[in-house]
């Protein structure tokens, strides 16, 4: 008998509205997560309420006004109308969740198990293309618990990262390629930044990240779960892809949150590039799949205001993928594989192991 499949598409999360209060709960959710802020908890217990979460989500609050829409959150509005667009694609039933905040994940598989109680397997799909603790792993590590607390009776399943997978390049190139068309000098990958300790702890050689020179460039184990190097792999497969040389792109790192981040960053590069003679910039953010806080408020809003004052003379942010038929295809392609057996796509080995 063939198996009954349901899916889980799970992105990061948003406060509820824009109010203080509900900024405020998120960003505790958020931070207070040990993959997030990896510091003792009693540490992290203190540094979150007693100084970043107050002075932060009154700004917060007033970030998140700027691009809330009428039916909310972009980021939940969008992956939303994602897992629409994939429902009609495919007849196994599809749910979405977010890691903090609502819809949770407890709520998809209480509503799989609700509605679909022949479901005996389920593959959660992290919407991150690359491996990081704070991203992919504690997505995966969170939907574990619940799903294990909960005494589900369906199987968990994940998807793996697929920040080099051909058909999701593809998808990313096609949705850069009609922006080509208008005047520019560059092209900036802002890839959300993470620590330098975190890339080091994800090696699971101990002995290669961030310690080897040019690590990224010599193949080890360690790229596995390598942040950085995943990243370096999808721009430069993007880039041949649509044969654009080296010299008219690059990478920086945006949204840090205290030292040791990796860099160069994003908002300082915005301030050096028209002075170095970048007047008109592309700029995407390829570490979401779906418009959020860090892409319309902190880049095509911020960002574009502080190349502009620089110097800059035209500033153009290309869209994540969103709901792009393409990427819709290609999620559609997974789950079909999954649903047939295919366990090419599926994450084989335990985070909890890392």
Excluded at 150 to 172: D, M, Q, R, T, V
Excluded at 195 to 211: A, E, I
Excluded at 290 to 303: A, P, Q, V
Excluded at 344 to 350: S, Y
């Amino acid at each position: 008998m063939a198996k009954k499949i349901g899916v889980v598409l799970m992105n990061l999360g948003s406060p509820d509205s824009t109010s203080v209060k509900d900024v405020r709960t998120y960003l505790r959710q958020f931070l207070m997560d040990e993959r997030v802020i990896d510091i003792p908890f009693l540490a992290r217990y203190v540094l979150i309420n007693g100084i970043i979460v107050p002075f932060r989500a009154p700004k917060s609050a007033e970030a998140y006004a700027t691009i809330w829409t009428k039916e909310g959150s972009p980021l939940v509005v969008l992956t939303k109308q994602l897992q629409q667009a994939l429902q009609q694609q495919v007849d196994v039933p599809v749910k979405y969740a977010m890691r903090y905040g609502n819809p949770t994940v407890a709520k998809a598989f209480d509503d799989l198990l609700t509605n679909h109680p022949d479901v005996d397997e389920v593959l959660a799909i992290p919407l991150y293309p690359h491996y990081a603790m704070s991203s992919f792993e504690t997505a995966v590590e969170f939907a574990k618990e619940v799903h294990i607390e909960g005494k589900y009776p369906f199987s968990l399943k994940f998807l793996k990262p697929f920040y080099n997978e051909p058909n999701y390049i593809h998808a990313l190139a096609e949705n850069i390629k009609p922006f080509l068309d208008q005047p520019h000098d560059h092209i900036l990958f802002s890839y959300h930044g993470i620590p330098g300790r975190h890339v080091r702890k994800s090696d699971v050689t101990s002995c290669h990240c961030l310690k080897v020179e040019n690590c990224c460039q010599i193949p080890s184990p360690a790229h596995a779960q390598c942040y950085r190097h995943q990243v370096f792999t999808t721009t430069q497969l993007v880039m041949q892809a649509l044969q654009i040389p080296e010299h008219q792109y690059s990478i920086a790192f945006q949204s840090r949150l205290g030292k040791g981040w990796l860099q160069p960053f994003t908002d300082k590069r915005l301030e050096e590039m028209p002075k170095e003679g970048v007047k008109k910039l592309l700029i995407l953010c390829p570490a979401f799949v779906s418009d959020c806080l860090e892409t319309l408020e902190e880049i095509d809003e911020r960002g574009k205001e502080s190349f502009m004052d620089a110097g800059g003379e035209s500033y153009t942010m290309i869209p994540c993928l969103n709901t792009n038929p393409l990427w819709v295809d290609v999620l559609t392609k997974w789950v079909k594989d999954f649903e047939g057996g295919s366990g090419e796509m599926v994450l084989d080995v335990r985070m909890s192991d890392v």
